[in-house]
């Protein structure tokens, strides 16, 4: 079975400073890989998928991740960071047959300081 | 289109008490997921529900139970409530059975058990 390893429970972070979130996942198979935000009292609402083909994938609100395989990682970044990124951000896998449902990191926490 | 929507936001329950949850998903979208978030267990998959049949299931004890109507509305259910059941508890859909790559996610209901 699949699973995901987000290795900072909490990332500090200073308004306009870069910031990576890890993401490491685990599985005998290929995988489809997402990133997920939550605002407080919210939703999850998805930053952006790597299905298939290049390994950068761009999502919304400036955000960026790279799959890599060897390292079975998909570490998300962001250039430079806003108040408005503060929330919490999940890694998830799923197979990629498509047909299998998400597992969840258990998230990490952005705080962004001014 | 509007959004997947949950009902009730909130909710208080005791000990020994049933609950249903309510979750009408985006226009068109046949495929409904649950969701259980805890702190400490994170985001953990319940089932999920395609053309009113249940297509998958978690690991879950049989107090958990859901079911889908014929116009996509789906509802939870759990019997005999303890206090480990307090979450939030999130519904996601998308059009087909196949699409765990393309979930849209409700804002949650929060069940506390007291």
């Known amino acids: 079975a699949q699973s995901v390893t987000q290795l900072d429970s909490q990332v500090p972070v200073f308004e306009e400073a870069p910031v990576e979130l890890r993401c490491n996942y685990s599985s005998s198979v290929s995988v489809y890989l997402f990133w997920y935000v939550q605002y407080p009292n919210q939703g999850l609402q998805l930053l952006l998928k790597y299905l298939s083909g290049s390994t950068l994938v761009k999502g919304i609100n400036g955000f960026e991740a790279e799959f890599n395989k060897s390292q079975t990682s998909f570490h998300l970044r962001k250039p430079s960071v806003h108040i408005s990124d503060t929330a919490e951000y999940f890694c998830?896998?799923?197979?990629?047959?498509?047909?299998?449902?998400?597992?969840f990191g258990k998230g990490t926490r952005l705080s962004v300081i001014a | 289109k509007a959004g997947v929507t949950q009902t009730p936001r909130y909710l208080i329950k005791t000990r020994g008490q049933q609950v249903t949850l309510s979750c009408s998903p985006i226009s068109g979208h046949r495929s409904v997921s649950w969701y259980q978030q805890t702190p400490g267990q994170g985001l953990q998959f319940l089932f999920e529900?395609?053309?009113?049949?249940?297509?998958n299931k978690g690991n879950f004890p049989g107090r958990f139970s859901g079911r889908q109507f014929s116009n996509s509305r789906s509802e939870m259910n759990v019997s005999t409530l303890e206090l480990g059941d307090s979450a939030l508890y999130l519904c996601a859909s998308s059009s087909d059975s196949y699409s765990y790559n393309e979930q849209f996610f409700g804002p949650g209901t929060r069940l506390t058990v007291l």
């Open positions: 998830a896998v799923s197979l990629n047959s498509g047909n299998t449902p998400l597992v």
């Open positions: 529900y395609f053309s009113e049949t249940q297509r």
